[in-house]
């Protein structure tokens, strides 16, 4: 197949939500229709459960569990499809958003009974930070969920994004009976299946025809009519170049669990998201179709057995094909690095691949050369954008408990950060540390690595910092600020100067005080 085939038949994306709305569930059932996999329950969860806190290795094991399901390919009418999984726990939100930056598109599922939830609203910040293209599906209408309409209005509301009913549910719970397609005008009746792959239809040329009373009962067809109508002058057809700006958002509605609503999910997904877009870099935007192999790292992934300090990194194929054994420029180390042993992954099973293509995502074993953002060419010095640090929620500081173990201490700490399992921050004169997460679980986490892994005793203490920001603005005002605030400046690590603060009030007062300075939560902001 040709180079520009390749690229034109690949679709990499993420399907994204709150823990528990079904994403896991949704995935299987896609695997189902790709033909991966034959059974449902065939893929593990990889939630971290509420395992209790202490059980450090147990968190470690279902982090593993990750690494397995990362990538999930699989062919369908012709496309491949990459699916990026993220973790469901909330600490490492981190992570599901960087991998937002290898993708070109998501599926955002959402809990009919609960509606939009906290972290569904934080992920669709990160989305139309990077004006990725948006489908929503909404799952468990087995369940009694809110009303349809209201469910729209409030994606609309907290989610601030247009969006365009593709199916329409009859009714919900109990009394749930299928689906209307709104575009095709056709019936898609619900029985529970967990096993089925594939739904019925019941092409429909007018809502009119009396069949409709017969299979719905007159007073829901009715219901279905008047819906439809309403709906139809409210939205009209889905318009493709809004939804790939990111502007509308075209929704389903079905159960994940009863493998219902998912074809119509998928054909149109096939058929509307994007293929591999171009991506910008320091120096010039890189188009997919560019013959010169480009990528860059979005996730690390330390082995789980201690013993062996490797880890693997994955790189998302920009441009060109990614071939093994090929010698690339690591252009933050500028150095030669080759990979004798790549690979991809197929469902649940890695394979060793010769090549990959844009849209590709492909695991490298690394000794410690990669952090997250770094970029591969073929000798071209430009680093991909848009894989932002954000500020973490809680901080504290690194203190070292055992002063004959310093070095092991700052390795680990270096090497643990790199992963992106925390973001680090070094005030000199002092060489003071502050980690920040987003939850109290890669403190443990980290703590339990450090010693077991490198040897090296700690503790973190709590600090009262409310938010790194990062700063732009008059250059001067910066250093004058940077004087003035000295105590509460420290490096991130690609060397930015970053001002812990210490409230919203302090930082506020000090965006007063200092009206040329823009203070960012992002390492990465327009200006
Ligand atoms: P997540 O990855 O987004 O965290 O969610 P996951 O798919 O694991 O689904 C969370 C729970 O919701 C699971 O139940 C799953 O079976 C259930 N679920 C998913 N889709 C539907 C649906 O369409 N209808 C209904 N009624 N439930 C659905 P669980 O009890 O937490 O886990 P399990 O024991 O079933 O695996």
């Given amino acids: 197949?040709?180079?520009?085939?390749?690229?034109?038949?690949?679709?990499?994306?993420?399907?994204?939500?709150?823990?528990?709305?079904?994403?896991?569930?949704?995935?299987?059932?896609?695997?189902?229709?790709?033909?991966?996999?034959?059974?449902?329950?065939?893929?593990?969860?990889?939630?971290?459960?509420k395992t209790a806190a202490s059980d450090f290795m147990e968190i470690e094991k279902q982090r593993g569990i990750s690494v397995a399901t990362s990538v999930m390919s699989f062919e369908y009418k012709g496309k491949l499809v990459n699916i990026l999984d993220t973790p469901g726990h909330k600490d490492f939100a981190e992570d599901t958003y960087r991998t937002l930056t290898a993708v070109d598109s998501v599926i955002l599922v959402v809990d009919c009974v609960k509606g939009v939830e906290e972290q569904t609203e934080r992920l669709m910040e990160v989305c139309r930070m990077r004006a990725t293209p948006v489908i929503v599906f909404i799952n468990k209408l087995d369940r009694d969920g809110k009303d349809p309409f209201d469910l729209l209005e409030e994606l609309e509301n907290k989610l601030n994004i247009k969006v365009h009913p593709m199916s329409w549910p009859i009714n919900m719970g109990r009394d749930f009976k299928g689906v209307y397609l709104l575009e095709s005008g056709s019936l898609n009746l619900f029985e529970s299946n967990k096993s089925k792959v594939s739904d019925d239809y019941l092409r429909l040329t007018d809502l009119q025809d009396s069949r409709l009373d017969g299979m719905l009962?007159?007073?829901?067809?009715?219901?279905?009519?008047?819906?439809?109508?309403?709906?139809?002058?409210?939205?009209?057809?889905?318009?493709?170049?809004?939804?790939?700006?990111?502007?509308?958002?075209?929704?389903?509605?079905?159960?994940?669990?009863?493998?219902?609503?998912?074809?119509?999910?998928?054909?149109?997904?096939?058929?509307?998201?994007?293929?591999?877009?171009?991506?910008?870099?320091?120096?010039?935007?890189?188009?997919?179709?560019?013959?010169?192999?480009?990528?860059?790292?979005?996730?690390?992934?330390?082995?789980?057995?201690?013993?062996?300090?490797?880890?693997?990194?994955?790189?998302?194929?920009?441009?060109?094909?990614?071939?093994?054994?090929?010698?690339?420029?690591?252009?933050?180390?500028?150095?030669?690095?080759?990979?004798?042993?790549?690979?991809?992954?197929?469902?649940?099973?890695?394979?060793?691949?010769?090549?990959?293509?844009?849209?590709?995502?492909?695991?490298?074993?690394?000794?410690?050369?990669?952090?997250?953002?770094?970029?591969?060419?073929?000798?071209?010095?430009?680093m991909f954008k848009g894989i932002p640090s954000f500020s973490?929620?809680?901080?504290?500081?690194?203190?070292?408990?055992?002063?004959?173990?310093?070095?092991?201490?700052?390795?680990g700490i270096q090497q643990l950060t790199d992963e992106g399992l925390a973001s680090l921050f070094t005030q000199e004169p002092g060489s003071r540390k502050f980690v920040g997460t987003v939850g109290e679980l890669q403190f443990e986490v980290l703590q339990y690595r450090l010693e077991h892994e490198y040897g090296a005793k700690c503790r973190f203490d709590p600090r009262q910092i409310h938010k790194a920001c990062w700063m732009s603005g008059d250059e001067n005002e910066i250093k004058d600020f940077m004087k003035f605030r000295m105590n509460n400046i420290a490096m991130d690590k690609d060397g930015q100067p970053v001002f812990l603060a210490e409230t919203g009030y302090i930082l506020r007062t000090m965006q007063e005080k200092y009206p040329k300075i823009s203070f960012h939560a992002t390492s990465e902001f327009k200006v």
Avoid: W
């Fill in 217 to 382: 009962g007159e007073k829901d067809a009715e219901k279905l009519r008047e819906d439809a109508e309403l709906i139809d002058g409210v939205y009209g057809k889905v318009n493709r170049e809004e939804y790939m700006q990111a502007h509308v958002a075209p929704v389903f509605f079905g159960s994940a669990l009863n493998n219902f609503g998912i074809q119509e999910l998928l054909d149109t997904f096939i058929e509307l998201a994007p293929i591999p877009q171009s991506r910008p870099t320091s120096a010039r935007d890189v188009d997919p179709n560019e013959k010169k192999f480009t990528g860059f790292i979005f996730k690390i992934h330390a082995n789980l057995d201690p013993k062996h300090r490797d880890r693997i990194a994955f790189l998302r194929v920009c441009s060109g094909v990614f071939e093994r054994n090929k010698p690339y420029t690591h252009v933050r180390l500028e150095k030669q690095v080759r990979f004798a042993n790549p690979y991809t992954f197929l469902a649940q099973s890695k394979e060793v691949v010769d090549d990959a293509y844009p849209g590709d995502v492909v695991g490298l074993y690394d000794t410690g050369n990669f952090k997250i953002g770094d970029t591969l060419t073929e000798g071209e010095k430009l």
């Fill in 392 to 411: 973490p929620e809680i901080f504290k500081e690194l203190l070292n408990l055992d002063p004959m173990k310093s070095k092991q201490l700052e390795k």
């Fill in 1 to 49: 197949m040709s180079f520009d085939k390749e690229i034109a038949r690949r679709k990499t994306f993420a399907i994204i939500s709150h823990p528990d709305a079904g994403k896991t569930t949704l995935t299987e059932k896609f695997l189902l229709f790709g033909g991966q996999i034959q059974t449902a329950g065939a893929v593990k969860s990889n939630k971290i459960k």
